[in-house]
């Protein structure tokens, strides 16, 4: 079953994969009228999203990661909070806390930032393991516990979490069990020459990053018509030798010899879910293994952690990856 013989398949999609397509296009079409390229990057967000996974955004300073996150929350209508992450950084300021009012005489709740749609943890690995372990009950019960409440969080709640891969003074590594939680980790890099040149005469007709609505992002689906469009999935069709494939990819990283900690089930489960949410947004009905190729280093690099050996030898998570996959027989 090889990928052409996928794509011979029966391309008629239904109606939820045809809106998860249409807000692929519409979505993306507003969010590039303030971020100039990270094609790929934007994509696998919004794969994110529809599969209603998290995603961590890894990439160095002024490469467009704060902005991505609030044009497409512009782009989906969603309400977008910020934290900046520090050392400082307690449980209530994330969760909040209850205050006492003079006028009433008595305590009253106030919601913390985590109370939104679409939350950007910037520069998560700064804050204390409390702060990252009441993120990490968010992220996994879509609730939080507070003042001896269970709160749920909106149905829509997705964390896009950044950090910077070179500064490690005064961080807190993501322990395994919180990276775990996180469908991709998405590489955001520098602009090729050409798309710096636009970042730059954009900026000198006037953009202003702060100010997306001068620059013209608007709404291009409700949060409910996004909701709806997660019913795509259901609509997805995978093939028995797709799911296969699924399983030999994630149990090969547990056996090879350059791999100290493979990945577990969780992490098949989110290469599934992240490639019906793929196919889905490109207006197809049905998963390729093309779709679990291209999915495989997002969803699985940052939950691997390599041996002595394969780190004396100066590898990488993704290249150790990309031996994996090449190891594994495509369906045919």
């Known amino acids: 079953m090889t990928s052409s013989t996928f794509a011979s398949a029966p391309t008629s999609a ?12 519409g979505v993306l079409a507003e969010v590039r009228k303030a971020v100039v390229g990270q094609d790929e990057p934007l994509e696998l967000m919004l794969v994110g999203l529809i599969a209603g996974g998290h995603v961590l955004l890894e990439g160095v300073p002024g490469v467009a990661k704060t902005l991505m996150a609030k044009a497409l929350a512009r782009g989906i209508s969603a309400d977008f909070k910020r934290i900046q992450f520090t050392p400082d950084l307690m449980p209530a300021d994330i969760l909040g806390t209850s205050i006492f009012d003079l006028k009433s005489q008595s305590f009253v709740l106030v919601r913390g930032p985590i109370f939104t749609d679409l939350l950007l943890a910037d520069e998560i690995n700064r804050a204390p393991a409390k702060t990252q372990s009441a993120l990490l009950e968010a992220m996994q019960e879509r609730g939080v516990s507070l003042e001896g409440r269970h709160m749920p969080l909106s149905p829509l ?4 979490a950044t950090q910077n ?3 490690s003074e005064g961080t807190y590594p993501l322990p395994e069990a919180q990276l775990d939680r ?7 890099g520098y602009p090729a ?11 000198h ?11 013209g992002v608007g709404a291009a689906v409700t949060k409910e018509g996004l909701l709806a469009a997660r019913a795509a999935l259901n609509e997805v069709t995978v093939e028995s030798p797709v799911l296969s494939y699924v399983r030999k990819l994630v149990a090969a990283t547990r056996t090879s010899s350059r791999i ?3 990945a577990g089930p969780r992490a098949g489960v989110h290469l599934l879910l992240a490639s019906k949410a793929l196919a889905a947004l490109r207006g197809r009905g049905f998963v390729t293994p093309d779709d679990v190729r291209f999915l495989a280093g997002p969803v699985l690099k940052h939950r691997l952690l390599l041996s002595p050996d394969a780190e004396l030898d100066g590898a990488t998570p993704s290249d150790v990856l990309r031996e ?9």
């Not at 994996?324 to 045919?332: K, L, T, Y």
């Open 14 to 25: 239904s109606n939820a994969v045809a809106a998860a397509h249409a807000i692929r296009e």
């Open 205 to 215: 007709r006037g953009f202003d990053a702060g100010d997306l609505a001068r620059a």
């Open 260 to 262: 100290r900690l493979g």
């Open 182 to 188: 996180f469908l991709l980790k998405i590489d955001v």
């Open 193 to 203: 020459p050409e798309e710096e040149d636009a970042i730059l005469e954009s900026v």
């Open 324 to 332: 994996v996959v090449q190891s594994v027989e495509v369906p045919r």
């Open 165 to 167: 891969p070179v500064e």
């Open 157 to 160: 709640f997705t964390v896009f």
